[in-house]
Antibody, heavy 121, light 110 residues
Framework: QVQLVESGGGVVQPGRSLRLSCAAS????????MHWVRQAPGKGLDWVAV????????YHADSVRGRFTISRDNSKDTVYLQMNSLRIEDTAVYYC??????????????WGQGTLVTVSS | QSVLTQPPSASGTPGQRVTISCSGS????????VNWYQQLPGTAPKLLIY???QRPSGVPDRFSGSKSGTSASLAISGLQSEDEADYSC???????????FGGGTKLTVL
C-alpha cells in the first residue's frame, strides 16, 4: 500500500536550518508530483511547496519563498524540504503529499503522517 | 486569513444531512477544480472529494461535492458519529501559482 514517511523534524532555534525528508513506497514515485503542506497547532492546512514528477517545475508559497526549497531524488523515492532562516511562525506539523500532475497543478492524493517542527529559542 | 472561506463549525444529528460551503474567487475555484479533505482528530488529512465531485475508492457515497462559479460545497448525508472531523476545501490558484486551502470546518455530530 502507499506509504509516505516524513522525518527530520525537531526543535530548532530561530534563524537556523532544518531539512525534512519524505520517503515514498507503494506507488510510482517518479510519476507523481510531491507537495509539502503544514499545519500550525490548532490551525488549518497551509500549502508550502510543490515539485513536479520530473522536477521540471517547482512552486513555493509566498510565506516561504527564498527561505525554503523543495527538491526530490527519484532514484531514492524521496522528496526533501530544505528550510533556512526559520522563524517562530514556521512551527507546525509538516506533511508530505503526492499525486498525479495534470495541466497547471499536481494533486494531493496520498499523505504522510507528518513530522513536527518547533522553532523556539 | 485563508484564501478560501469556510464556516468554522457545523453540526448535525445522526442521520441528518449537512452541507459545508467553500467560497473563493475567479483565480482559484472559478478556474480550477476543488478538492475536499477530511481530518479525523490527531490524524493526517485524507482526500475525500477530488475534481469537484469525484470520490476516491473507499469513500462512502454519503459524501458528495458540487461546485458553482466561485463556490463549492460538501454534503454529507446519513450523518454518522465517525464523521466528526475537520473538513477543508482546496484549489489551485492561478494568480498565486500555488494551492490554497479553506480554514477548515469542524463538524460536530450531536
Amino acid at each position: 500500500q502507499v506509504q509516505l514517511v516524513e522525518s527530520g523534524g525537531g526543535v530548532v532555534q530561530p534563524g537556523r536550518s532544518l531539512r525534512l525528508s519524505c520517503a515514498a513506497s507503494g506507488f510510482t514515485f517518479s510519476s507523481n508530483g510531491m507537495h509539502w503542506v503544514r499545519q500550525a497547532p490548532g490551525k488549518g492546512l497551509d500549502w508550502v511547496a510543490v515539485i513536479w514528477h520530473d522536477g521540471s517545475n517547482k512552486y513555493h508559497a509566498d510565506s516561504v519563498r527564498g527561505r525554503f526549497t523543495i527538491s526530490r531524488d527519484n532514484s531514492k523515492d524521496t522528496v526533501y524540504l530544505q528550510m533556512n532562516s526559520l522563524r517562530i511562525e514556521d512551527t507546525a506539523v509538516y506533511y508530505c503529499a503526492g499525486g498525479y500532475c495534470s495541466g497547471s497543478s499536481c494533486e494531493m492524493v496520498y499523505w504522510g503522517q507528518g513530522t513536527l517542527v518547533t522553532v523556539s529559542s | 486569513q485563508s484564501v478560501l472561506t469556510q464556516p468554522p463549525s457545523a453540526s448535525g444529528t445522526p442521520g441528518q444531512r449537512v452541507t459545508i460551503s467553500c467560497s473563493g474567487s475567479s483565480s482559484n475555484i472559478g478556474s480550477n477544480t476543488v478538492n475536499w479533505y477530511q481530518q479525523l482528530p490527531g490524524t493526517a488529512p485524507k482526500l475525500l472529494i477530488y475534481s469537484n465531485t469525484q470520490r476516491p475508492s473507499g469513500v462512502p457515497d454519503r459524501f458528495s461535492g458540487s461546485k458553482s462559479g466561485t463556490s463549492a460545497s460538501l454534503a454529507i448525508s446519513g450523518l454518522q458519529s465517525e464523521d466528526e472531523a475537520d473538513y477543508s476545501c482546496a484549489a489551485w490558484d492561478d494568480s498565486l501559482n500555488g494551492w490554497v486551502f479553506g480554514g477548515g470546518t469542524k463538524l460536530t455530530v450531536l
